[in-house]
């Protein structure tokens, strides 16, 4: 297998910890210590390395996805740097040294993904999320393909229902699955832009299109106002902070980070 450097720090076991922290994610499948995820028509196998990672198969097709799928583009470097000055993000950058959170490599999973974890637990979104993609993705040898928008045309709400949406989500996904807007598009644009563009889609709010932000574009100042895990762990580890959303300014220009190292540090209790 060929080893894909990565930027250091990087911990392989800290930065897939999320595909296992709330069950099986069949999309990002971790299997005997490596981790699986359809490219293309190949099912990809990731695993630690010196430096990196290996990777079979490793070509140009799938380089590019499973460094995004790693957190490549976070500067850590700097990150690190700058939370110096802020005692509990020092502890957690200390505790959690080379996390980089993963992120969505496709902009159409990360909304789909965003829509089934609203208003309910993360074990429950891998669950329903997973049920999703059993009954619309395509099985490789261990991994699913995501379902793709094509595909999910031919759901109606009954069966997506029957697999745990509620009436009004599914609604949602199959309007998304028919819109018209090109989202891979939305890299170039600024953030305001891409929140205006995706508010506009029906059943994406405001936490929906700053969680795309985060874990699908990897923007620096992306703080998930609203998200229920954030606001605890803020609370928890920031006892004198008042209201989260206002919080996040403390954080500039590293929001993202800091809630990724807010949110990991209090799930694993570092």
């Known amino acids: 297998m060929a080893v894909l450097r990565l930027p250091e720090p990087f911990d392989f076991e800290l930065s897939t910890e999320r595909f296992r922290a709330f069950g099986p994610d069949l999309a990002n499948l971790w299997v005997d210590g490596a981790l699986h995820r359809v490219v293309g028509r190949r099912e990809v196998r990731i695993e630690p390395a010196r430096g ?15 460094l995004k799928l790693l957190g490549a583009e976070f500067d850590l470097g700097a990150f690190y740097r700058w939370a110096r000055r802020d005692p509990v993000l020092r502890r ?64 109606t709400q009954d069966k997506l229902t029957a697999l745990g949406f509620s009436g009004r989500k599914a609604e949602y996904v199959l309007g998304l699955a028919q819109e018209p807007v090109d989202l891979r598009e939305l890299a170039e644009l600024p953030d305001d832009e891409v929140k205006r563009r995706l508010v506009s889609i029906r059943g994406i709010g405001e936490w929906t299109a700053i969680w795309f932000l985060a874990r699908h574009l990897a923007r620096p100042r992306a703080w998930p106002i609203g998200d229920l895990a954030l606001d605890k762990a803020v609370r928890t580890l920031y006892p004198e902070a008042g209201d989260p959303r206002a919080f996040g300014e403390r954080f500039e220009p590293f929001q993202n980070l800091s809630a990724h190292y807010l949110l990991t540090g209090l799930r694993l209790q570092v």
């Open 52 to 66: 990196g990672v290996r990777v079979e198969p490793l070509d140009a097709e799938t380089r590019p996805v499973v």
């Open 92 to 155: 957690l950058t200390r505790e959690l040294v080379g996390f980089r959170p993963p992120l969505a490599p496709d902009p159409f999973e990360t909304l789909i993904g965003s829509i089934t974890a609203q208003q309910v637990s993360m074990f429950a979104a891998f669950a329903i999320r997973n049920r999703l993609i059993e009954r619309f993705g395509r099985r490789a040898e261990h991994a699913y393909a995501f379902p793709t928008a094509k595909r999910l045309r031919d759901a």
